[in-house]
Nanobody, 119 residues
């Protein structure tokens, strides 16, 4: 059973920083890519950042220059360092991982962690 467990959310003032972690377990297959999505109240879930192969990254325009995604392949853990946080970054953040098994791509999600940025 593949599990993605997030940690690191919380309440922070605007301009502050948080670091999210997502640890994957329950599989011997490579989890690639891994990424972070977020969903604010009344809005659709959106991609925040993703990392492929441990080095290739892409970011939503709204977080470029402020957020950094990284991955420890040996631990199957992905991180999201969030700096210069803004109130509009407030959302539930979800970790996502994809596994290709026998030609089929499977999506896995964490339970979500709340990030609240106060003004």
């Amino acid at each position: 059973q593949v599990q993605l467990v997030e940690s690191g959310g919380g309440l922070v003032q605007a301009g502050g920083s948080l670091r999210l972690s997502c640890a994957a377990s329950g599989t011997s297959f490579s989890i690639n890519p891994m990424g972070w999505y977020r969903q604010a109240p009344g809005k659709q879930r959106e991609l925040v950042a993703a990392i492929t192969g441990g080095t290739s990254t892409n970011y939503a325009d709204s977080v470029k220059g402020r957020f950094t995604i990284s991955k420890e392949n040996a631990k199957n853990t992905v991180y999201l360092q969030m700096n210069s946080l803004k109130p509009e970054d407030t959302a539930v953040y979800y970790c996502n991982g994809r596994i290709r098994r026998f030609g089929i791509m499977y999506d896995y999600w964490g339970q979500g962690t709340q990030v609240t940025v106060s003004s």
